[in-house]
């Protein structure tokens, strides 16, 4: 059985269920199509705080420019400037900020930490990248991918994802690749991994995973190039990930056969795209070569985070009305 969904919160893929998906891509595109010109004022009189223990370029901006278009009020929160990096409690903090804002954005290390503000306080928790998952990520990198396969579908987002399939290269154990599991298994979609033994996911995702309902959802190889077979999309992301600063010499050389060169990506299916959540390391995971080729959507996805986001918290806010 899937154990779907809380849709009071927002901290994994599978809170949504996938007709709620369905209805985010559906209000996201309508957000697109309408930026500018048709205001939706969802947050009218709410402030919501972003709590960001990492840094951040494009979840940062994205949130407050669009928590700003739905008429709401961003409130960013450095975690040191906070009694929370002081050692105030994850649930004092929780309960104090949900008498104070209406949702609360959350970018930190440890996953359980999202998890215990979200049951700790009363509004609506977002989760904005954990070293675990970053499930804001996948639904705009889906979502990117959709807005192209859907016009021959009948503008139907979710159901051109069905039956595709991605190959994620490179640090195979890291919270991109974990969040990129759940939501291809989520969005019926087939999902390969191509990494060296030392970055194959843990026993313990493998765990969380049937819990999820989707035990064994995805396949590895240390292979790269039987892993992009057939692929749609040829995903990678940087393989030093915030956090593991330390084993920057030891990553750069374990991982260093699986770069996405554009002989790597022409193993792929010939229309396949590339997609890189960002910030990239052109040399490293990826060359500047297929950065920059035609098939390669990483400022879409960039842009795309704006929509999506809106249209995530859109739901939630519904969702407790
Ligand atoms: N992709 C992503 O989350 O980028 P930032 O770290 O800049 O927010
Ligand atoms: N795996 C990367 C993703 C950055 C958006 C990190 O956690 O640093």
């Not at 503000?117 to 509004?123: D, M, N, Y």
């Not at 600063?245 to 299916?269: H, N």
Request: charged share 20%; hydrophobic share 40%; with cysteine.
């Amino acid at each position: 059985m899937v154990s779907y969904f809380d849709m009071n919160h927002f901290l994994k893929e599978t809170d949504f269920s996938p007709q709620d998906a369905a209805e985010v891509f559906a209000m996201a595109r309508e957000f697109k199509a309408k930026r500018g010109r048709q205001a939706t004022p969802v947050l009218a009189g709410q402030t919501w705080a972003m709590i960001f223990s990492k840094s951040s370029t494009r979840t940062r901006v994205s949130f407050e420019v669009g928590i700003h278009e739905l008429g709401g009020n961003p409130l960013f929160l450095n975690r040191n400037d906070i009694q929370l990096g002081r050692g105030e409690s994850i649930e004092d903090t929780a309960q104090v900020l949900s008498r104070f804002v209406h949702g609360l954005i959350v970018r930190t290390f440890d996953h359980q930490d999202v998890e215990r503000l979200a049951a700790a306080g009363s509004v609506p928790v977002i989760n904005a990248l954990t070293d675990f998952l970053h499930p804001c990520q996948i639904y705009t990198d889906a979502f990117t991918a959709a807005e192209r396969w859907s016009t021959t579908k009948g503008g139907d987002l979710l159901g051109s994802l069905r039956g595709r399939k991605i190959a994620f290269l490179g640090d195979t154990a890291c919270n991109m690749a974990y969040s990129w599991v759940l939501g291809a298994n989520l969005f019926g979609m087939e999902i390969s991994l191509g990494g060296p033994e030392a970055f194959r996911p843990t026993a313990e995702f493998d765990a969380f995973l049937a819990k999820e309902g989707f035990a064994g959802g995805y396949t590895f190889t240390t292979d790269p190039v039987a892993a992009v077979k057939n692929a749609d999309i040829v995903y990678t992301d940087v393989w030093v990930s915030m956090g593991k600063e330390e084993e920057s010499k030891q990553r750069l050389r374990t991982l260093a056969p699986y770069q996405v060169t554009m002989d790597l990506f022409r193993a792929a299916r010939p229309d396949a795209y590339f997609l890189h959540c960002l910030p990239a390391h052109p040399g490293e995971e990826v060359t500047q070569e297929v950065l920059s080729s035609p098939r390669s959507v990483i400022f879409d996805q960039a842009e795309n985070r704006l929509h999506v986001q809106k249209a995530i918290m859109a739901k939630l806010v519904q969702s407790r009305t």
